[in-house]
């Protein structure tokens, strides 16, 4: 169709051409071949010029050439508009992530989902029988919701309990995110992260994931949201719960992906609270030869990797930033963003980072945790600080990977040294955000 387009286009150009030049001639006698076809008074494009008027002749070429000229220009213009348009549509064919080019070129049939048909090992499932499951969609049953959609509790009818993700008609690009989620949680199989159940097709009358339903919230919600309690977190909790996410990310980049939005809204938890990582819509394929991937900035206010948000260069280490927040309010049972702070410490992190540099982590510790009560909570609250402290470095080259985060995390659990180097009290930390990390594999202080 774009082919054929162009050659109209082109014709066009040439009738213009044609008529540009006829126009000159017209006015232009002296151009005409002198041939018995084309007289003047004979030629059908040729007139007799008026008899000694040569003003008004010359006037007459120079409104033939302009426009002749003009149409030629118009000619060029829509020919560069349509050629755009084109560029414009191939360029886009290849803006989505690898694995959701493969998706989306053999997209499930409505048939398929109707007769319980799969799709790259995931099961589909039919619009009718998920309106049914969640009481047609009934507010009641609604779990939560964010910037792409609502979350519904549904019950199957086999008896299994489910979380419906329902994408927002709004959302421009929610079947690149459909896509995106439904293709990553396909290859990804691991006991903290949330289990993909299912997905309607891509034809059906709505966009619907179908998740395992995990039912006791989100840390969020613990630490500072609606189940929020004084001392229903103790310290080995938080640390369970920050060793498990940890333990996901690990899998997440040694899969090749980027979650890009590690937050505790996104970090669910069952009846043991289990960790279960969550809300895969924005991860991208990150291949592991790579440094970095040029990506406009997406995630949570709060959350964001600076030197992503600024340079546009997403990598692992925007995962390993946004865990370090995360830490901070394992620790401090406060919000990743607040208004209501001063000025300074609207931004959770930037808070961490002034009260660690002034030897002032009790103003940010939670004080239902023991801080100030117990010395073994004490000494293990100040080395998951320094951890954070280190995740949370500006530039990314200057933060651990989410490997050596583990393995400190670990080492702090089991009051063992060996697995990384830990300092022992906050009266140590640095002084400045340019502090290197220290590698796991080497005993000194290096520069990656």
Same mark, same amino acid.
């Given at each position: 169709m774009e082919t054929f387009l162009l050659r109209i286009h082109f014709r066009n150009a040439a009738v213009?051409?044609?008529?540009?030049?006829?126009?000159?001639?017209?006015?232009?006698?002296?151009?005409?071949?002198?041939?018995?076809?084309?007289?003047? !008074?004979?030629?059908?494009?040729? %007139?007799?010029?008026?008899?000694?008027?040569?003003?008004?002749?010359?006037?007459?070429?120079?409104?033939?050439?302009?426009?002749?000229?003009?149409? *030629?220009?118009?000619?060029?213009?829509?020919?560069?508009?349509?050629?755009?348009?084109?560029? %414009?549509?191939?360029?886009?064919?290849?803006?989505?992530?690898?694995?959701?080019?493969?998706?989306?070129?053999?997209?499930?049939?409505?048939?398929?989902?109707?007769?319980?048909?799969t799709y790259l090992g995931v099961h589909l499932f039919s619009y009718k029988e998920l309106e049914e499951a969640t009481n047609h969609f009934d507010s009641n049953k609604e779990l939560g919701d964010g910037g792409f959609g609502t979350v519904h509790y549904g019950l199957l009818k086999d008896g299994r309990a489910v979380a419906v993700k329902r994408l927002f008609e709004?959302?421009?690009?929610?079947?690149?995110?459909?896509?995106?989620? &439904? !293709?990553?949680?396909?290859?990804?199989?691991?006991?903290? *992260?949330?289990?993909?159940? !299912?997905?309607?097709?891509?034809?059906?009358?709505?966009?619907?994931?179908?998740?395992?339903?995990?039912?006791?919230?989100? &840390?969020? $919600?613990?630490?500072? !949201?609606?189940?929020?309690?004084?001392?229903? *977190?103790?310290?080995?909790?938080?640390?369970?719960?920050?060793?498990?996410?940890?333990?996901?990310? &690990?899998? %997440?980049?040694?899969?090749?992906?980027?979650?890009?939005?590690?937050?505790?809204?996104?970090? *669910?938890? $069952?009846?043991?609270?289990?960790?279960?990582?969550?809300?895969?819509? %924005?991860?991208?394929?990150?291949?592991?030869?790579?440094?970095?991937?040029?990506?406009?900035?997406?995630?949570?206010?709060?959350?964001?990797?600076?030197?992503?948000h600024q340079c546009y260069q997403l990598s692992d280490k925007s995962d390993v930033f946004s865990f370090g927040v995360v830490l901070v309010e394992l620790m401090s049972s406060m919000p990743a963003v607040d208004i209501t702070r001063h000025r300074q410490e609207i931004n959770l992190f930037n808070m961490a980072i002034n009260k660690i540099q002034s030897h002032a982590l009790h103003e940010l510790v939670d004080p239902s945790l023991g801080f100030e009560s117990d010395d073994k909570i004490k000494d293990m609250i100040t080395s998951v600080a320094e951890v954070a402290f280190q995740c949370l470095q500006s530039m990314k080259d200057e933060r651990p990977t989410m490997m050596e985060v583990l393995?400190?995390?670990?080492?702090?659990?089991?009051?063992?040294? $060996?697995?990384?180097?830990?300092?022992?009290?906050?009266?140590?930390?640095?002084s400045s955000m340019s502090v290197s990390w220290v590698s796991s594999n080497t005993s000194t202080a290096t520069n990656y």
């Open positions: 213009l051409v044609t008529f540009a030049t006829a126009f000159l001639l017209r006015f232009r006698p002296s151009l005409a071949d002198d041939n018995d076809d084309c007289k003047i !008074g004979t030629c059908p494009f040729l %007139l007799p010029p008026p008899p000694d008027n040569s003003d008004d002749i010359k006037k007459k070429i120079i409104i033939g050439t302009c426009t002749g000229f003009g149409a *030629l220009l118009l000619t060029l213009l829509v020919l560069g508009i349509c050629y755009r348009w084109r560029q %414009l549509r191939r360029k886009r064919s290849h803006m989505l992530p690898y694995v959701q080019r493969s998706v989306l070129s053999n997209p499930p049939s409505v048939e398929e989902a109707e007769n319980g048909g709004s959302n421009f690009k929610r079947v690149e995110q459909f896509m995106n989620e &439904v !293709g990553i949680l396909a290859r990804l199989r691991h006991h903290n *992260l949330v289990s993909l159940y !299912g997905c309607t097709s891509s034809n059906s009358r709505e966009l619907l994931l179908v998740y395992e339903y995990v039912p006791n919230g989100t &840390v969020a $919600d613990h630490l500072h !949201g609606k189940l929020a309690k004084p001392s229903k *977190l103790p310290w080995s909790t938080r640390m369970k719960i920050a060793i498990e996410t940890a333990s996901a990310l &690990v899998y %997440l980049h040694a899969s090749e992906i980027i979650h890009r939005d590690v937050k505790t809204n996104n970090i *669910l938890l $069952d009846n043991h609270y289990s960790v279960k990582v969550a809300d895969f819509g %924005l991860s991208r394929l990150f291949p592991l030869d790579v440094t970095h991937v040029s990506t406009a900035p997406q995630g949570t206010p709060g959350y964001v990797d600076p030197e992503y393995d400190s995390l670990n080492a702090i659990q089991n009051r063992n040294g $060996d697995a990384v180097q830990v300092k022992n009290g906050y009266e140590s930390s640095p």
